[in-house]
Structures are given as structure tokens and as C-alpha cells.
């Protein structure tokens, strides 16, 4: 039997490009908001679907190395919520700042580290992004500050990061993130009138997954319209599950602080498909209908896939050559984080101050002692 | 004839460094009688009539009208006393005299200077010599702050570099704490460190642990200051030492001055630090002034973090302290050096790294150890020390177990009888040095 060629897509049969509809944002003392429209290139789609799909899988092959104890303590898993980080980060530049909570693999990730140091770095080995020393809640790259582990003292934190913005006037801003359960901090609050008296270009953004750890937003928040809660800050409402909507209003968001106008607040509607985190099985709180029902009709990545194809941006055979592709990255990446070797004992001392010479630090006896190095 | 005396009253809140003290005394030709004020080292204006006050050289009598500068409503304010000046010449005044006695030349170069005006020219230095430095915090810049030590700083520097707050300790501190991350040098004054509390998290969450966290990739380089420990008749909730509880923590740096020196010279090297470094100043200290070589009044002073100093040499015993106490300790020791007991005392200047070395090499010396400090015994300073002191080699030289003078262990009274036995004395001090010689 002789093979037939059944059919063969060239390239040039797709579009370079399609505009899409998408949904009006929520506003909150502000005239105008976001376009409705968004236009995207094929590269571009190919790209938030590569990076959405990646962060998908790595999240996925945490859960696995997690449930086989090479990866401990916390772990905090982002699935669900890919449309947000990689929608953000499309609309910003490398050299604007991002700070988030302890959710952070997407961002790590969307910010420019590879899988295999943020894989390396949940399972403790000394090629992990920083070397082992912080872990699944403390990671960091050039422009992104974590990776913080105490709810809401990120957002302070942001709000100085864009104070340095201004202070040194490169036109640059500092995406501040938050979830819905921190936003009933205090120090936020405290954040927003400073942020506004001084006009900080800083954007806020409250990633509101419906519930903060088992406690939902209706049982937590006296008001849940998370974009109105910065009162004098003005607000978006964004469906964060479409990245294209994402990317629409932080472009949006960003613009308004370069501008000088001071803060702006985003709210981005989304949700988790794990648990809080990886001991919390996430179904006590909510049912697992919910959870089918988002999948189904709201998740990130099959939604930019309909699109695409729909819109003939790609085929579907494409698409499935870069989940393989993905799947394989994502393989090897394990594989280094698996093998590995874990960060040597001197490394124990090491970092306790920055640019200082070296110094004695004491173990845990008076006769054991590391040495601290810069 | 009326004669008017007006002596203006200490303020501090004047620019110029003069000391004015202001008092109004009324006293009619012929009586010659005055109040012994206490005025050494300020000359004394007077007029006559009330009208037209002149100044007068020395003290001696009225020259006629002329106008005085400085005059206010017909105040006249006086003049620092220098050294050099002529002293007022006896025998003019009548029987009780108002001396405005010069007071003695230092060597040259050397001047007093308060605390106060010591961190002022910290500040002012270093925001010069560094765009990246700002200051923030309640007050610090349209009131020249709440103690006045950023006085001057706002006017000349501008909202840029020196920023009023509003009252959110944990919130202006995690802004700090972010610019320090994004490149910024900033000094995040608490306006006493009981309000730090507030904002802890922030210091040692966001700011010790993030350089160890991120194995290096993260600076902090920011500094924490603001009076630290009892001031007077504050009560419980604002009398607070803190040494203990930010001496603790890995990842800072802890200083706490006592003399003009250590201020200015400790606050430059804090500045200067890539490390958050946490500054325990005192309020009772701001206004003391010490002696400062001219060394120590150029721009480029530092002291270095981490070393201790011997202020007395002594023999007979060791007496480690960090802050005001470091100044009873010296009087304890001028009392005791009459009663033949030589101590030597240790001014620690930084927490967090200790200088046990300087300790111990004082303790080989002397064999006896007595540490004071203003905070409270338990998991205190001179517990650390004694801890350390114990591990090291110099245990073996102890002749009596180390002694630790310490804060009462009780949250400070108001009234002054019990405030006053709430905090080492110089009669406490000395008492445990002769428990521990047995004498």
C-alpha cells in the first residue's frame, strides 16, 4: 500500500491576524476603560498558548512530584489562572517590576526563569532559581520581588517599588498583586492613600479566585466588588480567564500610571482548579461541579485555542505540536529537578547580608560554625 | 528705673546652634540684686527702662540705646558664650552676680555637639553625597521632625527626598522596605521604636529575610532609626527596649549609640550599608552634648558596625552597656576609681554582630563582668552576653558568675519615684560591681 498525502496546511493559509470581541470591563470611577476589541497576531497567540500550556503542565507535574514527596512543604498551584500572569506580562514591559504572594510559579516563570530552576528550586536542589534557598513561595528575577509568604505585606512592598519608579523617572510601573482573601488586609488599605496621595505608579491587582484558602469571598468580604475597594482608587473588573482581556487592561491599567495619574486597581476574575494548596484537596468548600463547570466552559487555555482555530490563527495540529513540545520540556526539566544534587551544607550560611566579607555564623552549637559569604 | 533682664529661654527648636534661654526679671535701680540663674556659658542682654535693649559685652553695664539684634517684641535673645570671650568682670554687679562665665577652650577643632545635632548632620551628609537616600516618616519633614533631628532637612532637600507619612507604620514601612528592593537607599524613621511593632513584619519578614531568601539577588539596604527605651514619664506602652527583640534576628544589622560619635558616625555607616540596619537611638540622649574631634565632624566618618569601644580602661572589672546606660556606667566608675576600684567600660555601639571579642579580651583582663542595659532581663542583651561569655575562653578567666544590671522586669510605671527604680541607676550599677568583686 502506498502512503497518500490525505491534506497539508501550508502556512500561508493562516491569517496573520484576528480581531476579537471581548467582554466590557467593570468601572469604577473611571469615564473610559479598556477597548472591547483586541487584536491578535498568530505569533502572538502561538506564544500565550506556548506559555499558558507550559505553565499549565508545570503546575501539573508539581502536583505529581508533590504527591511523590520530592517536593515539600507548601506548594501553591497556579492552574486555572494562567490567563492572568501571562496576560499581565504581554501588556507590560521587561523593564516594569512585578511583586506578587506566594501563588507564584506562573509569574516566575512568565517573568523569564525556565521551568527546569523553577521545578530545581521546588525540589530543593542547588540549580533551583535561587539555589535551593527559598522555595516554592520565594522566587525571584530581575524585576520580579517574589514570592512572599506573608498575605498582603507584598503590597506595601509594591507600592515602594513604585515609589523607586517615580523617584528615579524611567517611566516604568509595578504590577502589585494580591488575592481576594488579602484584600481584606489592612496595610493595603494603608497602601492605597499613600499610593494615591503621592501618586505611585502603581497598578493593584486583586486576583479574585473565589476563595481565600476554604473561606469564600461572600463569607470573608463585607463588599466583594474587590475593584471598588480602593474608594478613591479608580477600578477595573476584568474576566481573567481571557488572556486577550488581560492583556487589554493592563495595557490599559499601565498607560494610566505612566501618565502620571497615580494608582489604578484591577480586579481579575478567575479561578483555581487545585486546592488552596497541595494539602488542602479543595473540595470541602466548593463542589466539584463548580470546578467541571469552569473547566468546561472557562478555561484559559481552550478558550485561546477556539479562538485560534476558529479564526484560522492555527490548526489543531499545530496547537498539539507544541503540547508535545511543552510536554517534553517539561519532562526533562523534572528529570533535572529529580537528579539534581541538593545545595551544599556551606551553603547553609551563605546570603545572610549582602556585599558584606565573609564572617563566622553560629550552627546549632556553639561548636559548629558556617561561614556567611555574600 | 526699671532694669530688665531677658534672658531667652532654651529653645531648640532655633535654627542657629546658640543656646537661648529666655527669663524675664524685673528688678528696680539700686537693689543690684538678681536671681542666681543658672547661665554659665550665656551671656546675659540687659536694658534699660524697657525700652531699647542693648548688648553688652561680658555682663558689664548698659552701654545706652542702640538696637539690639535679635530683638522681638522687645526681647533681646543672647548669644552663646564662646571661649575666649572675656570672663564678666567681678565686683560690677553687686552681690549676687549673673555670670556669664565663658566656658574653657576645647583643643582645637574639637566642639560640643548634641546628639540631635549630630544625626542632623548624618542626615544631611549623607543625603547630599547620595541621590538614592531619602527619609521618611511621621513628621520628619515640614515639622523637622518629631524630636527635631531631620530639622532643616525638608527646606533644604525638598518632598522629594524627605516625606511625611501618614500614621501607617506597616504600611510607610513596606513602601520603604519595597524602594530599598527596587535600588532606593531609604531611612525609615519610627517615631519611637514602640510603633515598630506595628510594622515588624515588614522588618524582619520583608526586609532581614529577603537577601538570605533570594541567595543574594535581593538587596535591602535600608535603615530603621528612631528613639528606642524609656524616656521620661511616658509610661508602659512607649518605653519599650527593643535591642533584644531586633538583636535576634538574622539578617539585620543592630546598632545603638550613645555619644555624638557614635550617632553621627554609626548613622553614616548604617546609610552606607547594603544591609537593613535597625539604628536604637534615645530620646533622653538627643539633647547631651559630647565632645567631637574634628575627625569626627568631617563628611567622610564612619564608625564601623560591629565594634565595640573601651571607653575607660579599667582593671579590676569589666562593665559592658550599649546606649544612655554606657553613661551611668562611666559615672559609676568615677565613684567607685575614688574607692580604688578601676573599671573598664564597654560601649558595645552595635547588637547584632556583637563584638564579643572586645568582651572577652576585657574579661581575660579584668575577670569580672558586669553588664547594664535599660531593657528588660529576661532574653536580654546582657543574658546574650553572659551566654556568650560562658562558650567562649574567657570563661575561664571569670574570678564570680557575670552580673546582669537590667530594666526591671515589670512594663514602666509613670509615676517618677517608681519610673526612676524602674531603670539601672548609677547606685545600681555600682552596687553590682562590688557583689561581683565581694568587696
Same mark, same amino acid.
Request: aromatic share 8%.
Given at each position: 500500500?502506498? &502512503?497518500?498525502?490525505?491534506?497539508?496546511?501550508?502556512?500561508?493559509?493562516?491569517?496573520?491576524?484576528?480581531?476579537?470581541?471581548?467582554?466590557?470591563?467593570?468601572?469604577?470611577?473611571? /469615564?473610559? =476603560?479598556?477597548?472591547?476589541?483586541?487584536?491578535?497576531?498568530?505569533?502572538?497567540?502561538?506564544?500565550?498558548?506556548?506559555?499558558?500550556?507550559?505553565?499549565?503542565?508545570?503546575?501539573?507535574?508539581?502536583?505529581?512530584?508533590?504527591?511523590?514527596?520530592?517536593?515539600?512543604?507548601?506548594?501553591?498551584?497556579?492552574?486555572?489562572?494562567?490567563?492572568?500572569?501571562?496576560?499581565?506580562?504581554?501588556?507590560?514591559?521587561?523593564?516594569?517590576?512585578?511583586?506578587?504572594?506566594?501563588?507564584?510559579?506562573?509569574?516566575?516563570?512568565? &517573568?523569564?526563569?525556565?521551568?527546569?530552576?523553577?521545578?530545581? /528550586?521546588?525540589?530543593?536542589?542547588?540549580?533551583?532559581?535561587?539555589?535551593?534557598?527559598?522555595?516554592?513561595?520565594?522566587?525571584?528575577?530581575?524585576?520580579?520581588?517574589?514570592?512572599?509568604?506573608?498575605?498582603?505585606?507584598?503590597?506595601?512592598?509594591?507600592?515602594?517599588?513604585?515609589?523607586?519608579?517615580?523617584?528615579?523617572?524611567?517611566?516604568?510601573?509595578?504590577?502589585?498583586?494580591?488575592?481576594?482573601?488579602?484584600?481584606?488586609?489592612?496595610?493595603?488599605?494603608?497602601?492605597?492613600?499613600?499610593?494615591?496621595?503621592?501618586?505611585?505608579?502603581?497598578?493593584?491587582?486583586?486576583?479574585?479566585?473565589?476563595?481565600?484558602?476554604?473561606?469564600?469571598?461572600?463569607?470573608?468580604?463585607?463588599?466583594?466588588?474587590?475593584?471598588?475597594?480602593?474608594?478613591?482608587?479608580? =477600578?477595573?473588573?476584568?474576566?481573567?480567564?481571557?488572556?486577550?482581556?488581560?492583556?487589554?487592561?493592563?495595557?490599559?491599567?499601565?498607560?494610566?500610571?505612566?501618565?502620571?495619574?497615580?494608582?489604578?486597581?484591577?480586579?481579575?476574575?478567575?479561578?483555581?482548579?487545585?486546592?488552596?494548596?497541595?494539602?488542602?484537596?479543595?473540595?470541602?468548600?466548593?463542589? &466539584?461541579? /463548580?470546578?467541571?463547570?469552569?473547566?468546561?466552559?472557562?478555561?484559559?487555555?481552550?478558550?485561546?485555542?477556539?479562538?485560534?482555530?476558529?479564526?484560522?490563527?492555527?490548526?489543531?495540529?499545530?496547537?498539539?505540536?507544541?503540547?508535545?513540545?511543552?510536554?517534553?520540556?517539561?519532562?526533562?526539566?523534572?528529570?533535572?529537578?529529580?537528579?539534581?544534587?541538593?545545595?551544599?551544607?556551606?551553603?547553609?550560611?551563605?546570603?545572610?547580608?549582602?556585599?558584606?566579607?565573609?564572617?563566622?555564623?553560629?550552627?546549632?552549637?556553639?561548636?559548629? &560554625?558556617?561561614?556567611?559569604?555574600? | 528705673?526699671?532694669?530688665?533682664?531677658?534672658?531667652?529661654? !532654651?529653645?531648640?527648636?532655633?535654627?542657629?546652634?546658640?543656646?537661648?534661654?529666655?527669663?524675664?526679671?524685673?528688678?528696680?535701680?539700686?537693689?543690684?540684686?538678681?536671681?542666681?540663674?543658672?547661665?554659665?556659658? $550665656?551671656? %546675659?542682654?540687659?536694658?534699660?527702662?524697657?525700652?531699647?535693649?542693648?548688648?553688652? @559685652?561680658?555682663?558689664?553695664?548698659?552701654?545706652?540705646?542702640?538696637?539690639?539684634?535679635?530683638?522681638?517684641?522687645?526681647?533681646?535673645?543672647?548669644?552663646?558664650?564662646?571661649?575666649?570671650?572675656?570672663?564678666?568682670?567681678?565686683?560690677?554687679?553687686?552681690?549676687?552676680?549673673?555670670?556669664?562665665?565663658?566656658?574653657?577652650?576645647?583643643?582645637?577643632?574639637?566642639?560640643?555637639?548634641?546628639?540631635?545635632?549630630?544625626?542632623?548632620?548624618?542626615?544631611?551628609?549623607?543625603?547630599?553625597?547620595?541621590?538614592?537616600?531619602?527619609?521618611?516618616?511621621?513628621?520628619?519633614?515640614? $515639622?523637622?521632625?518629631?524630636? @527635631?533631628?531631620?530639622?532643616?532637612?525638608? *527646606? *533644604?532637600?525638598?518632598?522629594?527626598?524627605?516625606?511625611?507619612?501618614?500614621?501607617?507604620?506597616?504600611?510607610?514601612?513596606?513602601?520603604?522596605?519595597?524602594?530599598?528592593?527596587?535600588?532606593?537607599?531609604?531611612?525609615?524613621?519610627?517615631?519611637?521604636?514602640?510603633?515598630?511593632?506595628?510594622?515588624?513584619?515588614?522588618?524582619?519578614?520583608?526586609?532581614?529575610?529577603?537577601?538570605?531568601?533570594?541567595?543574594?539577588?535581593?538587596?535591602?539596604? %535600608?535603615?530603621?532609626?528612631?528613639?528606642?527605651?524609656?524616656?521620661?514619664?511616658?509610661?508602659?506602652?512607649?518605653?519599650?527596649?527593643?535591642?533584644?527583640? $531586633?538583636?535576634?534576628?538574622?539578617?539585620?544589622?543592630?546598632?545603638?549609640?550613645?555619644?555624638?560619635?557614635?550617632? *553621627?558616625?554609626?548613622?553614616?555607616?548604617?546609610?552606607?550599608?547594603?544591609?537593613?540596619?535597625?539604628?536604637?537611638?534615645?530620646?533622653?540622649?538627643?539633647?547631651? #552634648?559630647?565632645?567631637?574631634?574634628?575627625?569626627?565632624?568631617?563628611?567622610?566618618?564612619?564608625?564601623?558596625?560591629?565594634?565595640? @569601644?573601651?571607653?575607660?580602661?579599667?582593671?579590676?572589672?569589666?562593665?559592658?552597656?550599649?546606649?544612655? #546606660?554606657?553613661?551611668?556606667?562611666?559615672?559609676?566608675?568615677?565613684?567607685?576609681?575614688?574607692?580604688?576600684?578601676?573599671?573598664?567600660?564597654?560601649?558595645?555601639?552595635? %547588637?547584632?554582630?556583637?563584638?564579643?571579642?572586645?568582651?572577652?579580651?576585657?574579661?581575660? @583582663?579584668?575577670?569580672?563582668?558586669?553588664?547594664?542595659?535599660?531593657?528588660? #532581663?529576661?532574653?536580654?542583651?546582657?543574658?546574650?552576653?553572659?551566654? !556568650?561569655?560562658?562558650?567562649?575562653?574567657?570563661?575561664?578567666?571569670?574570678?564570680?558568675?557575670?552580673?546582669?544590671?537590667?530594666?526591671?522586669?515589670?512594663?514602666?510605671?509613670?509615676?517618677?519615684?517608681?519610673?526612676?527604680?524602674?531603670?539601672?541607676?548609677?547606685?545600681?550599677?555600682?552596687?553590682?560591681?562590688? *557583689?561581683?568583686?565581694?568587696?
Amino acid at each position: 500500500a502506498s &502512503r497518500v498525502v490525505v491534506a497539508s496546511r501550508n502556512y500561508a493559509d493562516f491569517a496573520s491576524e484576528a480581531t476579537f470581541e471581548i467582554k466590557k470591563c467593570d468601572l469604577h470611577r473611571l /469615564e473610559e =476603560g479598556p477597548s472591547t476589541t483586541a487584536v491578535m497576531t498568530r505569533e502572538e497567540g502561538l506564544h500565550y498558548y506556548k506559555t499558558m500550556q507550559t505553565i499549565r503542565r508545570m503546575e501539573l507535574k508539581s502536583d505529581q512530584l508533590y504527591k511523590q514527596k520530592i517536593i515539600r512543604g507548601f506548594c501553591h498551584l497556579y492552574d486555572g489562572q494562567e490567563a492572568c500572569c501571562v496576560g499581565l506580562e504581554v501588556a507590560i514591559k521587561p523593564t516594569d517590576h512585578v511583586i506578587t504572594a506566594y501563588r507564584v510559579h506562573g509569574f516566575t516563570y512568565a &517573568r523569564g526563569v525556565p521551568v527546569r530552576e523553577i521545578l530545581a /528550586e521546588l525540589t530543593g536542589r542547588k540549580g533551583g532559581c535561587v539555589k535551593g534557598k527559598g522555595g516554592s513561595m520565594h522566587m525571584y528575577t530581575k524585576n520580579f520581588y517574589g514570592g512572599n509568604g506573608i498575605v498582603g505585606a507584598q503590597v506595601p512592598l509594591g507600592a515602594g517599588i513604585a515609589l523607586a519608579c517615580k523617584y528615579f523617572g524611567k517611566n516604568e510601573v509595578c504590577l502589585t498583586l494580591y488575592g481576594d482573601g488579602a484584600a481584606n488586609q489592612g496595610q493595603i488599605f494603608e497602601t492605597y492613600n499613600m499610593a494615591a496621595l503621592w501618586k505611585l505608579p502603581c497598578v493593584f491587582i486583586c486576583e479574585n479566585n473565589r476563595y481565600g484558602m476554604g473561606t469564600s469571598v461572600e463569607r470573608a468580604a463585607a463588599s466583594t466588588d474587590y475593584y471598588k475597594r480602593g474608594d478613591f482608587i479608580p =477600578g477595573l473588573r476584568v474576566d481573567g480567564m481571557d488572556v486577550l482581556c488581560v492583556r487589554e487592561a493592563a495595557k490599559f491599567a499601565a498607560e494610566y500610571c505612566r501618565a502620571g495619574k497615580g494608582p489604578i486597581l484591577m480586579e481579575l476574575q478567575t479561578y483555581r482548579y487545585h486546592g488552596h494548596s497541595m494539602s488542602d484537596p479543595g473540595i470541602s468548600y466548593r463542589t &466539584r461541579e /463548580e470546578i467541571q463547570e469552569v473547566r468546561s466552559k472557562s478555561d484559559p487555555i481552550t478558550l485561546l485555542k477556539d479562538r485560534m482555530v476558529n479564526n484560522n490563527l492555527a490548526s489543531i495540529e499545530e496547537l498539539k505540536e507544541i503540547d508535545v513540545a511543552v510536554r517534553k520540556e517539561i519532562e526533562e526539566a523534572a528529570q533535572f529537578a529529580t537528579t539534581d544534587p541538593e545545595p551544599p551544607l556551606e551553603e547553609l550560611g551563605n546570603h545572610i547580608y549582602c556585599n558584606e566579607p565573609p564572617f563566622e555564623v553560629r550552627g546549632p552549637n556553639q561548636w559548629i &560554625r558556617y561561614k556567611s559569604v555574600s | 528705673m526699671t532694669v530688665r533682664y531677658q534672658i531667652v529661654q !532654651r529653645d531648640d527648636s532655633l535654627q542657629s546652634k546658640s543656646m537661648r534661654i529666655q527669663h524675664r526679671v524685673t528688678l528696680t535701680k539700686g537693689t543690684r540684686r538678681r536671681q542666681a540663674l543658672k547661665t554659665t556659658g $550665656y551671656r %546675659i542682654f540687659w536694658g534699660v527702662g524697657g525700652k531699647g535693649f542693648v548688648p553688652v @559685652k561680658g555682663g558689664v553695664r548698659p552701654r545706652g540705646r542702640e538696637a539690639a539684634p535679635g530683638r522681638v517684641g522687645g526681647e533681646v535673645r543672647c548669644a552663646e558664650v564662646r571661649c575666649g570671650d572675656s570672663p564678666p568682670v567681678p565686683g560690677v554687679w553687686g552681690a549676687r552676680r549673673l555670670r556669664a562665665v565663658p566656658p574653657p577652650c576645647p583643643a582645637a577643632g574639637v566642639s560640643q555637639v548634641t546628639v540631635r545635632d549630630a544625626l542632623n548632620q548624618a542626615l544631611d551628609e549623607e543625603l547630599e553625597r547620595d541621590e538614592r537616600v531619602f527619609l521618611l516618616g511621621e513628621e520628619v519633614a515640614q $515639622y523637622d521632625g518629631a524630636y @527635631k533631628i531631620s530639622r532643616g532637612l525638608w *527646606k *533644604k532637600y525638598g518632598d522629594k527626598r524627605v516625606i511625611d507619612t501618614p500614621i501607617s507604620e506597616m504600611g510607610f514601612t513596606g513602601i520603604a522596605v519595597g524602594a530599598a528592593m527596587a535600588g532606593l537607599r531609604p531611612v525609615c524613621e519610627f517615631m519611637t521604636f514602640n510603633f515598630s511593632m506595628q510594622a515588624i513584619d515588614q522588618v524582619i519578614n520583608s526586609a532581614a529575610k529577603t537577601c538570605y531568601m533570594s541567595a543574594g539577588s535581593i538587596a535591602v539596604p %535600608i535603615v530603621f532609626r528612631g528613639p528606642n527605651g524609656a524616656s521620661a514619664g511616658v509610661a508602659a506602652q512607649h518605653s519599650q527596649c527593643f535591642a533584644a527583640w $531586633y538583636g535576634h534576628c538574622p539578617g539585620l544589622k543592630v546598632v545603638s549609640p550613645w555619644s555624638s560619635e557614635d550617632a *553621627k558616625g554609626l548613622l553614616k555607616a548604617s546609610i552606607r550599608d547594603d544591609n537593613p540596619v535597625v539604628m536604637l537611638e534615645n530620646e533622653l540622649l538627643y539633647g547631651v #552634648p559630647f565632645e567631637m574631634s574634628e575627625q569626627a565632624q568631617s563628611k567622610d566618618f564612619v564608625v564601623p558596625i560591629g565594634k565595640a @569601644k573601651i571607653e575607660r580602661q579599667g582593671t579590676h572589672v569589666t562593665l559592658v552597656s550599649h546606649s544612655r #546606660p554606657v553613661g551611668h556606667c562611666l559615672e559609676a566608675a568615677a565613684v567607685l576609681a575614688k574607692e580604688g576600684v578601676e573599671c573598664e567600660v564597654i560601649n558595645l555601639r552595635t %547588637i547584632r554582630p556583637m563584638d564579643i571579642e572586645t568582651v572577652e579580651a576585657s574579661v581575660v @583582663k579584668t575577670n569580672h563582668l558586669v553588664t547594664v542595659e535599660g531593657g528588660w #532581663p529576661q532574653f536580654g542583651v546582657g543574658a546574650e552576653i553572659c551566654a !556568650r561569655i560562658m562558650e567562649g575562653s574567657a570563661f575561664n578567666y571569670l574570678d564570680a558568675p557575670a552580673v546582669r544590671v537590667t530594666g526591671a522586669d515589670v512594663p514602666m510605671p509613670y509615676a517618677k519615684i517608681l519610673e526612676d527604680n524602674c531603670l539601672p541607676q548609677v547606685k545600681d550599677i555600682i552596687f553590682a560591681v562590688k *557583689k561581683a568583686l565581694n568587696i
